[in-house]
């Protein structure tokens, strides 16, 4: 079997982390994450993990080092890891589909789900510690930010588009449908 190579991709708390998850979990693939990068140095340096940090420090080392940055750091683990499937997780702008494209096996998914959907989910979760005491308000102003809005542009180039806006069957499903069309390919 031919290497299948998932990146994911999708608005704030759209569902990447379960897709993810998910294909680990049922397929036994490899996960990558943009943001490990930066949650590593949050770490190191004794910052709070927060989501206004981590958009800071992408910004930061994107402009210092170039946008598509995080995505060589991506590129070159893949080619360092001989697993048959891979999740890339955070996909967020056109020069990361520019590096990552042209490797063999790669597929964008697209996880798609409405703003008020995803709104709940973020504060049910609690993944960064200022995600439970968040405001529809603060949370519609961050999708503003500079690392947010580029996301939508990458629904066009997607090779896939997930609906999460059901139930976890339903996501389950059009996963597995996509894999296994992937597997025969």
């Known amino acids: 079997m031919a290497k299948i190579i998932i990146g994911i991709s999708g608005r704030i708390a759209s569902g990447k982390d379960t ?9 036994g693939a490899k996960q990558f994450k943009f943001s490990k990068v930066l949650r590593d140095i949050l770490q190191r340096i004794y910052q709070e993990v927060s989501r206004d940090n981590l958009q800071k420090l992408s910004l930061l080392l994107r402009q210092m080092f170039g946008d598509d940055m995080l995505a060589k750091v991506v590129y070159n683990d893949i080619l360092n890891t001989k697993e048959d499937i891979i999740v890339i997780d955070g996909v967020r702008r056109l020069p990361d589909i520019e590096i990552l494209r042209p490797i063999e096996g790669f597929k964008l998914f ?37 690392t947010e809005i580029y996301i939508d542009g990458l629904k066009n180039v997607s090779d ?10 339903d996501l389950h499903k059009q996963i597995d449908n996509i894999i296994l069309n992937l597997k025969n390919s």
């Open 19 to 27: 897709v993810a998850n998910y294909i680990i979990e049922k397929y």
């Open 110 to 146: 697209f996880i798609d789900a409405a703003i008020g959907t995803r709104y709940e989910r973020i504060i049910q979760r609690s993944e960064n510690i200022d995600d439970r005491n968040k405001t529809f308000e603060t949370f519609k102003k961050e999708e503003e930010a500079e």
């Open 160 to 169: 896939y588009v997930i609906d999460n806006n059901s139930n976890i069957d």
